[in-house]
């Protein structure tokens, strides 16, 4: 049962982490953070690699490949796609830079 | 079990979570913060194979690297446009993962771990909803399918029936974890995520997508407690969390409730308009006219909308200001929180443009300076400075705050036709007198109206 408590305690801080570190964010960047907090939950690929290779049958592991598949999409295009969005925003004058290259 | 090194590695990733989250609010952190989440990511399926030693090793890698192919193909193609869509597609397939994750953990689970269960038919139904909601959200905005609320007669009654066959089927499976009861629970999942956003209007969609990814994000914490894995349970957890935050933001900004979003149409109260489109006279002028407004105006500002984007017209606008400014006309652009298809996105689709994000001022900040600007350039935009929200209880978008465009002397309109925006409303700002109509493609427009600007 104990470490069942501690799992709750995780849970529970982690929510109030969460609440925290985007209280403030500008609406300017809405997009990209909806975007990269989707990908960090791609990382149930971790759970996809686990349950699949403790796999004995094959159906199981068919459909764990297939979870293996999907969790890679979310966490790699997630990540992939913020990038491109944020290696766009630039500040005051980066287009001058950009101009005299 | 878990070595401790690797629950140590587990931590650092789950801290470059954190940091990522926390670097991605402001726009000049925004980028390293996330680079330092793909590490985490990475360091996290590292340990991950260190430390389970999996067996099915080569076809695992081959599953791994036909994901990073279709995931990285996808994102590099896509449109900016089209982001909206695409950041719902990758919800869905997470959210998709994770019940299937969950589905396959039920032969796992003895019969005295309640705790395990409950939290399993919760990652496959959440799972569920989530998956089959996104893609339906996917079909909205790609227009698929129509991006009015659908509805019919019995389906309040069939949502909540099938909620409480959910509670009962989650409840079956908690006491006899049978894969075969995990199914069905899936199968009713992904018919309670098509209910919940059919009736959801297109305009109000990107609201869904934050939701459902607050969604996939308590899933994936759910699954983590399944597996006893703390990673999965902190970086679901920050999600869900910063997620029902994001959300919550969102709908605040458009002046509506999340529940209202959702239900509105299914309670019958505020279902779009009918779009009347009447033939009211309006004033419309050439280019050249318009070009004259601009040049000799002193204080302009640009209202930008999704049809610029659809026109692909955002670096025209861009010389338009620069031409404007090197005349010595003070020049902003005014951003409504959800212009575009998404809070946030018209940020991202003038930042493409290489606009420095300084010169794009939001809402609040701008709404005081409208009454001393002397022209409004609203380029493809519409519901986000349609007085009708401040004026009509009945309009759908009445109680969103909009850009006060109507306060300044003139008012131009870029507009492909007199046909009403995303929320299919008519905008009584067009008929003012003070207000001109440029008809026409957005990028036409703007290329017309440069070149008369150089000659004016």
């Given at each position: 049962?104990?470490?069942?408590?501690?799992?709750?305690?995780?849970?529970?801080?982690?929510a109030f982490?969460g609440v925290e570190v985007i209280s403030k964010v500008s609406s300017t960047l809405h997009t990209p953070l909806m975007s990269g907090a989707n990908?960090?939950?791609?990382?149930?690929?971790?759970?996809?690699?686990?349950?699949?290779?403790?796999?004995?049958?094959?159906?199981?592991?068919?459909?764990?490949?297939?979870?293996?598949?999907?969790?890679?999409?979310?966490?790699?295009?997630?990540?992939?796609?913020?990038?491109?969005?944020?290696?766009?925003?630039?500040?005051?004058?980066?287009?001058?830079?950009?101009?005299?290259? | 079990?878990?070595?401790?090194?690797?629950?140590?590695?587990?931590?650092?990733?789950?801290?470059?979570?954190?940091?990522?989250l926390k670097?991605l609010s402001s726009p000049?952190?925004?980028?390293?913060?996330?680079?330092?989440?793909?590490?985490?990511?990475?360091?996290?399926?590292?340990?991950?194979?260190?430390?389970?030693?999996?067996?099915?090793?080569?076809?695992?890698?081959?599953?791994?690297?036909?994901?990073?192919?279709?995931?990285?193909?996808?994102?590099?193609?896509?449109?900016?446009?089209?982001?909206p869509?695409?950041v719902a597609?990758?919800n869905?397939?997470?959210?998709?993962?994770?019940?299937?994750?969950?589905?396959?953990?039920?032969?796992?689970?003895?019969?005295?771990?309640?705790?395990?269960?409950?939290?399993?038919?919760?990652?496959?139904?959440?799972?569920?909803?989530?998956?089959?909601?996104?893609?339906?959200t996917?079909?909205?905005?790609?227009?698929?399918?129509?991006?009015?609320p659908?509805?019919?007669?019995?389906?309040?009654?069939?949502?909540?029936?099938?909620?409480?066959?959910?509670?009962?089927?989650?409840?079956?499976?908690?006491?006899?974890?049978?894969?075969?009861?995990?199914?069905?629970?899936?199968?009713?999942?992904?018919?309670?995520?098509?209910?919940l956003v059919?009736p959801v209007g297109g305009a109000d969609v990107p609201i869904v997508i934050s939701l459902l990814n607050a969604f996939?994000g308590l899933?994936?914490?759910?699954?983590?407690?399944?597996?006893?894995?703390?990673?999965?349970?902190?970086?679901?957890?920050l999600v869900g969390a910063a997620g029902t935050l994001l959300t919550k933001l969102m709908a605040d900004a458009m002046g509506r409730s999340v529940f209202n979003i959702l239900f509105g149409a299914?309670r019958?109260g505020s279902?779009?308009?009918?779009?009347?489109?009447?033939?009211?006279?309006?004033?419309?002028?050439?280019?050249?006219?318009?070009?004259?407004?601009?040049?000799?105006?002193?204080?302009?500002?640009?209202v930008?909308g999704y049809?610029?984007?659809?026109?692909?017209?955002?670096?025209?606008?861009?010389?338009?200001?620069?031409?404007?400014?090197?005349?010595?006309?003070?020049?902003?652009?005014a951003i409504h929180p959800v212009a575009g298809r998404m809070p946030g996105h018209m940020n991202v689709?003038?930042?493409?443009?290489?606009?420095?994000?300084?010169?794009l001022r939001e809402m609040d900040d701008i709404n005081g300076?409208?009454?001393?600007?002397?022209?409004?350039?609203?380029?493809?935009a519409?519901d986000v400075v349609n007085p009708a929200a401040r004026t009509t209880p009945?309009a759908p978008i009445y109680g969103m705050p909009i850009l006060n465009a109507?306060?300044?002397?003139?008012?131009?309109?870029?507009?492909?036709?007199?046909?009403?925006g995303f929320a299919?409303i008519?905008?009584?700002?067009?008929?003012?007198?003070?207000?001109?109509?440029?008809?026409?493609?957005?990028?036409?427009?703007?290329?017309?109206?440069?070149?008369?600007?150089?000659?004016?």
């Amino acid at each position: 049962m104990s470490e069942s408590i501690a799992l709750l305690t995780i849970f529970v801080l982690a929510a109030f982490v969460g609440v925290e570190v985007i209280s403030k964010v500008s609406s300017t960047l809405h997009t990209p953070l909806m975007s990269g907090a989707n990908a960090i939950h791609g990382v149930i690929l971790v759970g996809a690699i686990i349950v699949t290779g403790a796999a004995d049958s094959a159906i199981v592991v068919a459909v764990g490949l297939l979870a293996v598949v999907l969790a890679t999409v979310n966490m790699v295009g997630g990540f992939v796609v913020t990038d491109r969005m944020l290696e766009m925003f630039k500040g005051p004058g980066a287009r001058k830079k950009e101009l005299h290259k | 079990m878990i070595p401790t090194w690797a629950q140590i590695g587990y931590l650092v990733s789950a801290v470059c979570f954190i940091v990522a989250l926390k670097a991605l609010s402001s726009p000049r952190s925004a980028r390293t913060g996330n680079l330092i989440g793909a590490a985490g990511a990475v360091l996290a399926v590292i340990i991950t194979f260190a430390a389970y030693k999996p067996d099915h090793l080569a076809p695992i890698l081959i599953a791994l690297a036909i994901g990073t192919v279709g995931g990285v193909v996808g994102s590099r193609r896509v449109q900016m446009t089209q982001m909206p869509q695409l950041v719902a597609l990758f919800n869905g397939v997470g959210g998709g993962a994770a019940a299937l994750v969950a589905l396959l953990e039920l032969g796992e689970i003895s019969s005295d771990a309640t705790v395990s269960a409950i939290a399993t038919a919760f990652t496959i139904v959440v799972g569920a909803v989530s998956f089959s909601g996104s893609v339906v959200t996917f079909a909205k905005l790609q227009e698929l399918m129509t991006t009015r609320p659908v509805t019919f007669p019995g389906l309040p009654v069939l949502f909540v029936a099938s909620l409480l066959g959910g509670v009962a089927l989650a409840v079956w499976l908690v006491s006899d974890p049978r894969v075969w009861v995990g199914v069905l629970l899936c199968l009713l999942g992904l018919a309670i995520g098509v209910m919940l956003v059919l009736p959801v209007g297109g305009a109000d969609v990107p609201i869904v997508i934050s939701l459902l990814n607050a969604f996939t994000g308590l899933t994936v914490a759910a699954g983590g407690y399944v597996l006893g894995n703390t990673l999965l349970l902190v970086a679901g957890t920050l999600v869900g969390a910063a997620g029902t935050l994001l959300t919550k933001l969102m709908a605040d900004a458009m002046g509506r409730s999340v529940f209202n979003i959702l239900f509105g149409a299914v309670r019958g109260g505020s279902t779009l308009g009918g779009g009347t489109a009447s033939d009211r006279p309006v004033i419309s002028a050439g280019p050249e006219d318009v070009a004259i407004l601009l040049g000799y105006a002193n204080k302009v500002i640009i209202v930008p909308g999704y049809g610029l984007a659809v026109a692909q017209a955002q670096h025209t606008l861009r010389d338009l200001v620069e031409e404007l400014q090197g005349r010595g006309v003070k020049v902003d652009y005014a951003i409504h929180p959800v212009a575009g298809r998404m809070p946030g996105h018209m940020n991202v689709l003038l930042a493409e443009a290489q606009v420095p994000y300084d010169q794009l001022r939001e809402m609040d900040d701008i709404n005081g300076d409208f009454k001393t600007t002397d022209v409004v350039l609203v380029v493809g935009a519409n519901d986000v400075v349609n007085p009708a929200a401040r004026t009509t209880p009945s309009a759908p978008i009445y109680g969103m705050p909009i850009l006060n465009a109507d306060e300044a002397q003139r008012v131009i309109f870029l507009k492909r036709s007199m046909r009403p925006g995303f929320a299919g409303i008519e905008n009584e700002l067009l008929y003012d007198p003070k207000t001109t109509l440029l008809f026409g493609d957005a990028r036409d427009s703007l290329t017309k109206l440069l070149a008369a600007l150089k000659t004016v």
